[in-house]
């Protein structure tokens, strides 16, 4: 009888925490209009955050830098961006946390106007980036220290607030280079701009998407943690597994009809998003190495106090993620 009583109290905290679960509304940010952040959309248009117990208000925060100043001010429980913002936003104390790594190169292109063929035709013109700090900005100055030239004394960079505003600023002369992600480089190509470098080439790891959650959030809401984090893994299989939805998801989010883009985008974001969704410390070491030559204070960063890898290690260890591939 007191077994029976016992396990009645059990079902029922159990069913009291599912409801909570249900009830819970959570808005969570993205910070650019890229394939990059397509298992996100995925996951929220298949209903897996709902499936989990969690409402989710997905809104778009253009550059990882405001994204991360709302989670701060805490208007947003999870971001899903870059790491130089994350390094930035743990200057001086651990606030923000990367939770997973869903992509971990590069896959950044930048293109150009014909007429550039070499360093010095770029000597003098502008680069279009999104915001300073973000991908686009890291990139487009690793592009230029590997020809030779500086953003502060050849060649500066130009904001322009997202990766299709990148795009508009080419087309309308606005820049004559910019740091462009899939899709965008693909349209970009379409309409006639040269490829200058490919950083997807590049033989390094670099925290090109993150999770992040505030240090406070992870320690009061694990369960809404772990349910995020099953809904997302869900959300790259879905897209590597399921080409046909995966392309739907991207036309709407992207507001893409060419199905020739929409392929290529796919095959590419549906081979880099990592099934286990690892932060790779390796990957924001040499990060914070780079960022430190600009701003040595960055170099007090340390990778173990801004990743937490235990989320996605523990979903492993359960068999959550192989059983998805089965």
């Known amino acids: ?38 298992w996100v959309w995925t996951a929220k248009e298949a209903g897996y955050f709902d499936r989990h117990g969690l409402q989710v ?46 992509l971990n190169r590069m896959v950044m292109k930048i293109m150009a106007i014909p007429q ?7 000597r003098g013109k502008r680069i279009a980036v999104t915001r300073y700090g973000t991908i686009t900005d890291f990139s487009a100055r690793l592009f230029l220290k590997k020809w030779g030239l500086s953003p502060e004394r050849d060649t500066p960079l130009l904001q322009v607030g997202s990766i299709p505003n990148v795009l508009a600023a080419l087309q309308n002369g606005t820049t004559h280079a910019g740091a462009l992600s899939p899709p965008a480089h693909l349209q970009a190509e379409k309409l006639g701009f040269s490829e200058l470098m490919d950083l997807s080439k590049e033989e390094i790891y670099y ?11 992870l320690e009061k809401n694990t369960k809404s943690v772990v349910a ?10 879905r897209f590597k597994t399921d080409k046909a939805f995966a392309k739907r998801v991207l036309a709407k989010y992207l507001v893409i009809k060419d199905g020739s883009i929409l392929e290529e985008t796919h095959e590419l974001f549906s081979r880099l998003f990592e ?34 890898n235990r989320f996605v290690r523990e979903l492993e260890a359960s068999g959550f993620i192989k059983n998805l591939y089965k």
Not at 208 to 214: G, L, Q
Not at 228 to 237: D, K, M, R, T, V
Request: net charge neutral; hydrophobic share 45%; aromatic share 6%.
């Open 207 to 217: 925290p090109y998407t993150y999770v992040v959650a505030s240090a406070g959030f």
């Open 1 to 38: 009888m007191r077994r029976i009583i016992v396990l009645t109290a059990v079902l029922v905290i159990t069913s009291l925490s599912l409801s909570a679960a249900q009830e819970q509304k959570l808005k969570v940010g993205y910070s650019a209009i890229s394939g990059s952040m397509a």
């Open 116 to 122: 550039i063929k070499g360093p010095e035709d770029l």
């Open 228 to 237: 995020f984090l099953q809904a997302s893994i869900e959300g790259i299989h």
């Open 275 to 308: 099934r286990a969704p690892y932060i790779k410390p390796e990957g924001l070491s040499s990060l914070i190495q780079i960022l430190g030559e600009k701003d040595p204070k960055l170099e007090a960063v340390k990778v173990d106090s801004i990743i937490d």
């Open 57 to 102: 208000d997905l809104v778009y925060i253009g550059g990882t830098v405001q994204l991360f100043q709302a989670m701060l001010a805490g208007e947003v429980a999870f971001g899903v961006g870059g790491g130089p913002a994350l390094i930035h936003a743990n200057l001086q104390r651990r606030s923000l946390v990367g939770i997973a790594g869903t």
